[in-house]
Nanobody, 120 residues
Framework: QVQLVESGGGLVQPGGSLRLSCAAS????????MGWYRQAPGKERELVAT???????KYADSVKGRFTISRDNAKNTVYLQMNSLKPDDTAVYYC??????????????WGQGTLVTVSS
């Protein structure tokens, strides 16, 4: 019904930058909150950042001042600009969205994940 497709992960040196994108497609009536989560090896999945339809944002303390979440409602896309990356940011990053489908079902949808590796 609804798919989230992430892109933009990869290998980057400490101090570098990456931009993740996540596009939603399918039977979409509207999208409410969108966000990014991450899961490092051996750790639980954690919230990175979220953004509401109106643009209100929330960040994990560990990424405040370094990461910026944004969205393009016309394109059903959310972005995560990551600057000053640290080795501790290494993780699989997952996109998340609360979607109302054209049949008026309220769904929580996850992307497949994109790997971000910060290493010299």
């Amino acid at each position: 019904q609804v798919q989230l497709v992430e892109s933009g992960g990869g290998l980057v040196q400490p101090g570098g930058s990456l931009r993740l994108s996540c596009a939603a497609s399918g039977s979409i009536f509207s999208i409410n909150a969108m966000g990014w989560y991450r899961q490092a090896p051996g750790k639980e999945r954690e919230l990175v950042a979220t953004i509401t339809t109106s643009g209100r944002t929330k960040y994990a303390d560990s990424v405040k001042g370094r990461f910026t979440i944004s969205r393009d409602n016309a394109k059903n896309t959310v972005y995560l600009q990551m600057n000053s990356l640290k080795p501790d940011d290494t993780a699989v990053y997952y996109c998340n969205a609360r979607v109302v489908t054209r049949s008026y079902k309220d769904l929580e949808v996850w992307g497949q994940g994109t790997l971000v590796t910060v290493s010299s």
